[in-house]
C-alpha cells in the first residue's frame, strides 16, 4: 500500500482525487478548487446504462 492512500484511509475527504480534489467535495467546491479550469454545467447530460 503506497503511504498516500495509507494516510488518507482513515479520513474518505482526504483521499487525493484529480488536480486539487479530494474524494467527498461536493460540485461547487471541485469547481472553486479547480478554477479556472473548471465550470459547473448548467444543464448536465445524463449518463445511462444499459
Request: glycine share 10%; net charge negative.
Amino acid at each position: 500500500m503506497s503511504a498516500e492512500i495509507a494516510k488518507g484511509a482513515g479520513d474518505p475527504k482526504n483521499i487525493a482525487g484529480y488536480g486539487k480534489t479530494t474524494w467527498g467535495m461536493t460540485p461547487n467546491e471541485v469547481v472553486n478548487a479547480e478554477a479556472p479550469r473548471a465550470e459547473k454545467l448548467e444543464n448536465p447530460e445524463k449518463f445511462e446504462q444499459d
